[in-house]
């Protein structure tokens, strides 16, 4: 055996394990839930062929395109907050020291905690009955808000928990970008008369681009995918104005038990997302060169 | 009071970082459109003095003045200096245009004067044909053109250069250096250059401050701190290969100048004044290697066994070690027959011969007459 050919095999034993594990969990399930949503199933196993049914199903059902809504709705007062809140924090944390640094455990902290913990949390704060700002509005003499049971306000509602809870890892991911950033740029900067918006308008943020490309990518699909909030928060009311995309699938797999179209819709927001993360991914790159 | 004179001044500065020391009391004065070169080893604070005078850093004590105006308090874009350096520092994502405009657009400088400026420094540095190309797509030489560039287009009162050949491969090395002494000579400005490198120090500047250990050692032109270095680590320092230094003893003084007996028990004449070197003093006596030659065959020499013959062609240093175990260089001309492991007898001028003292003064041999 040549020394070529064994560095190959090599190679493929490292990274088999991870392909296995990875083809069984989610190229498989893939593989099968295209199958799947062209069939009438259920969750005992019953299949009934059925083609592009469920799909066109999918076109035509108005609860799937309320939860549609809801879950754009979401993304777009989720996603462009968290980044440029992301990036202020970063830009702020990004400096020596220990008061900094306390800090910086202290964003990170909400992340590691679990969507029940969250959810319960802001029921505290969020509820019209004696949750904190109901008694913060009480004691200025006003009337408590139904954040959680208005159906105008129960998206921004749930938008604000998700910000809250998923705060620390775009910051970090940030701070990691801003830390790649070469020292002496900003030297030679400060020696072109740079004040400290230009610094940031023309030597940071595109020197981060890329970071800022991935957090937006990772939440835009992340929050696409928002679930545990709205189930433990709302259960997706009132009168379903809270209920996303994925509530549906786990509403119609789980309680309806019609695994097809559940199937299907899945598939849909799966395309929907692979499409977004690639339109994203093109706009923020078509200007670059290849780098040297 | 002092008058506000041209050129740039560095009075008593001083830098620690913590308990570590950096500078102690430097001070130094530049003329305009004078070349300095900052020599000394890594850690001997050259570049913390450059970086305080860029206003990168900030001296615990001390005053910075350029052209009569006190510049330590000012921010740095507002000096008046332009830096290249090491690694180039350009803005990656800007075109190599708008690298060298970006300080001038900042400054208010109008448009027109702008374009004009990049113009005629793309033509001096020869790189008209790159200003829209990212530094990126650009070799290192061409990279370190656009930095010097990018310094050209301020029309500084003073350059800095923090080791700018340090980054380049040795064809592209000796290329620049001649380059950096056209720049000097088309540039209105005094530039200071940052350098462990001898050679560079001694083929580019007027005159080379040598740091180490916190303060200046010497200042001087290069043939001075190469014939008369101040004490006995600028005689190691500068020179390649170094100066050797043979233990000795003041054996006494004839005719005014002093005897020294080293080690060897071989007694050498010496051009040094005697005065103030007492008989008995334990001393080093400096030899470059130019004045230590072999012996032709059939005379008498000081004995030694060759340890090392380093060929470079046109001229040939020996190594050897004299009986008594100290070190010397020796030079010949031409290729040399002379192998390592031989036994030489060695020819040593002892009119060229520096003396040290135990503190490290410096004593010099008169010139010859």
């Known amino acids: 055996m040549n020394a070529a050919l064994r560095d190959r095999l090599v190679g493929y034993a490292f990274v088999g394990p991870f392909l296995l594990v990875y083809a069984a969990v989610m190229v498989v399930p893939l593989i099968m839930g295209l199958v799947i949503s062209l069939h009438r199933a259920d969750l005992f196993g019953r299949r009934e062929w059925v083609g592009l049914a469920n799909y066109s199903e999918a076109l035509g059902d108005p609860v799937l395109h309320q939860a549609l809504g809801n879950t754009a709705m979401l993304a777009l007062l989720i996603v462009p907050p968290l980044t440029g809140l992301a990036l202020l924090l970063a830009l702020a944390l990004n400096r020596p020291g220990r008061f900094a640094a306390v800090l910086r455990g202290v964003f990170f902290s909400s992340l590691v905690l679990s969507v029940t913990i969250v959810t319960l949390i802001w029921r505290f704060i969020l509820t019209p009955d004696a949750g904190l700002i109901a008694e913060g509005l009480a004691a200025t003499g006003r009337a408590p808000i139904p954040f959680l049971s208005d159906p105008d306000l129960v998206i921004p509602a749930i938008a604000v928990t998700t910000l809250w809870w998923s705060l620390g890892f ?22 072109d008369v740079a004040n400290r918006w230009t610094v940031l308008r023309r030597i940071t943020l595109p020197a981060i681009r890329r970071t800022l490309l991935l957090v937006v990518m990772l939440q835009t699909a992340a929050q696409l995918q928002l679930f545990g909030q709205a189930q433990l928060l709302t259960g997706g009311g009132p009168g379903g104005a809270s209920r996303t995309i994925v509530l549906y699938i786990f509403e119609v797999s789980f309680g309806r038990w019609e695994l097809g179209y559940a199937t299907a819709i899945a598939e849909l927001l799966f395309g929907m997302i692979l499409a977004l993360t690639l339109v994203q991914y093109w706009l923020v790159t078509r200007h670059e060169e290849p780098r040297a | 009071m002092r008058l506000p004179l041209p050129g740039l001044d560095l009075i008593d500065v001083c830098k620690s970082y913590g308990d570590v020391p950096v500078l102690e009391r430097v001070s130094l004065s530049v003329a305009p459109r004078e070349f300095i070169a900052f020599l000394g080893p890594s850690g001997s604070g050259k570049s913390t003095l450059l970086r305080i005078i860029a206003g990168l850093e900030t001296a615990d004590s001390g005053e910075v003045w350029l052209d009569g105006e006190r510049i330590d308090p000012l921010a740095p874009g507002a000096r008046g200096i332009a830096m290249v350096f090491q690694h180039y520092a350009l803005y990656p994502h800007m075109t190599v245009r708008e690298n060298m405009a970006f300080g001038l657009v900042n400054a208010k400088v109008p448009k027109d004067e702008i374009t004009r400026r990049i113009a005629q420094a793309a033509d001096i540095l020869e790189i008209g044909a790159q ?48 380059e950096l002494a056209q720049l000097r000579q088309r540039v209105d400005a005094a530039l200071i250059m940052v350098t462990h490198d001898q050679a560079e120090a001694m083929t580019l500047a007027d005159r080379i401050v040598i740091l180490d250990n916190c303060c200046i050692q010497q200042v001087g032109t290069p043939a001075e701190v190469y014939a008369r270095p101040a004490n006995a680590f600028v005689a190691r320092f500068v020179g390649s290969p170094p100066m050797a230094m043979l233990p000795g003893v003041i054996a006494g003084a004839e ?43 059939g005379t008498s020499g000081a004995a030694a066994e060759v340890e090392l013959v380093e060929r470079l062609g046109d001229r040939t240093f020996i190594y050897a070690r004299l009986a008594g175990g100290a070190e010397i260089i020796a030079l010949e001309p031409g290729f040399g027959t002379v192998r390592p492991g031989d036994a030489a007898a060695l020819v040593i001028d002892g009119e060229a011969a520096h003396i040290f003292t135990a503190g490290g003064a410096a004593h010099h041999p008169e010139p010859r007459g």
Do not use: C
């Open chain 2, 131 to 178: 200003l829209d190309k990212k530094p990126g797509q650009m070799s290192g030489g061409q990279r370190q053109r656009v930095a010097i560039g990018r310094a050209i287009v301020k029309q500084p009162r003073l350059f800095l250069l923090d080791e700018p050949l340090s980054n380049l491969d040795a064809a592209l090395r000796g290329r620049t250096r001649v």
């Open chain 2, 255 to 297: 005719g005014g100048r002093v005897q020294v007996r080293l080690a060897e028990g071989m007694m050498l004449a010496t051009a040094v004044p005697a005065g103030g070197l007492v008989a008995g003093t334990e001393i080093e006596v400096g030899l470059r290697p130019e004045h230590v030659r072999l012996a032709a065959p």
């Open chain 1, 170 to 191: 775009p910051v970090m991911l940030i701070l990691a970008g801003l830390q790649q950033v070469p020292g002496d740029i900003y030297e030679a900067a400060a020696l």
